[in-house]
């Protein structure tokens, strides 16, 4: 499975081909896992493409809520140089601050990370991202619906890939209510889809390199009776359809998982087994630079081997 795609990765080096000009008849995607702080983990895996060169032989790259915003970074070739933003004590005690619900304000501040962060204080590239022939697939939550959906048809400027990046990383009730686009409102892309394969096995996938931001050894558990009593009253009034996989994400995991772990052609890279434990609000230096550092470590080791070129 996972020489499959080394190999791919190789004669792609060789062959210098750019996307949409491939012969080789193969759709190679990087697709990359949401958990909000957890995108740490795939943070440092970005930077291993970049500083591995490898980004130029993916077809596309997928990602939900963090993984999405990491993906943009990838795109524009600040995956490096932005890195520390994980471990700033501003940029996360500004865009994540538990104590805003006691103002019934969001917990996470996306709109200050995106519309402030991204654009004045660690601009983001956006029309490299925009430019970029890897294209970039946002998914999103359809409040009304609860499918998963790729946001890619709706970007076409900067304000749409930003609102796009938002709508990706809607986690319900921590970042307040649902992003609306031309008239469909959108949540966290983790509701529906944490690690976007279906979407992108739909769309002609044949080849996958996953980022995980969870451990093998972590699971994921229903929600409490508390969680449902909340979350239900938060998803009727603002979400409705996104209520039921927002319910049973346990086997919306579980299938993922299967998905990934069957298909013939894929790399996961997971964050190894004692790594440090990232809270979905984790905002403390020392952990999330460490996480940042371990995905770069990890995914070095997991995709090196595409710096042979067959002969």
């Known amino acids: 499975m996972t020489e499959s795609v080394i190999q791919l990765l190789r004669d792609r080096r060789k062959q210098g081909s750019a996307p949409g000009h491939r012969q080789d008849g193969a759709r190679l995607v990087l697709l990359i896992e949401g958990g909000s702080s ?6 440092g895996m970005t930077v291993a493409i970049e500083q591995l060169g490898l980004l130029p032989f993916f077809d596309a790259v997928y990602g939900s809520s963090a993984g999405a915003l990491n993906a943009a970074w990838l795109l524009c070739g600040r995956a490096d140089s932005t890195k520390h933003a994980w471990w700033d004590r501003t940029i996360m005690g500004t865009t994540i601050n538990p104590r805003r619900i006691l103002r019934r304000q969001p917990v996470v501040d996306t709109s200050y990370l995106v519309q402030k962060v991204y654009t004045e204080i ?6 490299e991202v925009l430019d970029n022939p890897v294209g970039i697939h946002p998914i999103a939550t359809d409040a009304i619906t609860g499918q998963p959906i790729d946001l890619h048809p709706h970007i076409h400027d900067q304000a749409s890939l930003q609102t796009a990046l938002r709508a990706s990383a809607a986690m319900p009730l921590l970042a307040g209510p649902p992003v609306v686009i031309d008239g469909t ?3 966290d892309a983790g509701v529906s889809e944490g690690t976007p394969v279906r979407t992108a096995l739909a769309q002609g996938a044949t080849h996958i390199v996953a980022f995980r931001t969870r451990r093998l050894d972590e699971t994921q558990s229903p929600p409490s009776r508390a969680e449902r009593v909340v979350m239900t009253r938060w998803f009727t009034r603002h979400a409705p359809g996104a209520l039921e996989p927002w319910l049973h994400r346990v086997e919306i995991r579980a299938e993922e998982e299967r998905l990934l772990t069957s298909h013939p052609a894929t790399i996961q890279v997971r964050p190894p087994v004692g790594s440090v434990s990232i809270g979905r609000t984790e905002r403390r230096p020392d952990p999330l630079k460490a996480a940042v550092e371990t995905g770069r470590r990890t995914a070095l080791d997991a995709l090196s081997g595409s710096l042979e070129v067959s002969v």
Do not use: D, I, L
Not at 38 to 43: K, N, T, V
Not at 122 to 127: I, S
């Open 38 to 43: 957890r995108g740490a983990y795939s943070s």
């Open 122 to 127: 660690m601009p983001m590239g956006f029309q």
């Open 185 to 187: 409102p959108y949540v």
